[in-house]
């Protein structure tokens, strides 16, 4: 299993960026998929996660919800991540977990991970 993000970079706050995360595994479509980041110092944080199906069930960390947005497309096997009004808070790396399962609505990460897609808002 292979899962490669892309999309990172530098922005200004109050733009916006969209992450994406294609994966190479078959019957991507089983798969729950979540994004985490991890900021300078910080611990690493589950920030959106998607369930398996064809669409999913979402859920999001209260420090993004209303402004991050996370989809897939399994036709495609990837998943994005459109992330809006981003502000300085939001810099981090960003990584693609695959497989992970729910304990409720939290999701629990699963083994596979990509190397990860730097983001940093700065003006």
């Known amino acids: 299993v292979q899962l490669v993000e892309s999309g990172g970079g530098l922005v200004q706050p109050g733009r916006s960026l969209r992450l994406s995360c294609a994966a190479s595994v078959n019957r991507f479509s089983l798969y729950a998929v979540a994004w985490y980041r991890q900021g300078p110092g910080k611990r690493r944080e589950c920030v959106a996660s998607i369930s398996s199906g064809a669409r999913g069930i979402t859920t999001y960390a209260g420090s993004v919800k209303d402004r991050f947005a996370i989809s897939r497309d399994n036709a495609k096997n990837t998943v994005y991540l459109q992330m809006n009004n981003l502000k300085p808070g939001d810099t981090a790396d960003y990584y693609c977990?695959?497989?992970?399962?729910?304990?409720?609505?939290?999701?629990?990460?699963?083994?596979?991970w990509g190397r990860g897609t730097q983001v940093t808002v700065s003006s």
């Open positions: 977990n695959l497989g992970g399962i729910y304990n409720g609505t939290d999701y629990i990460s699963g083994i596979y």
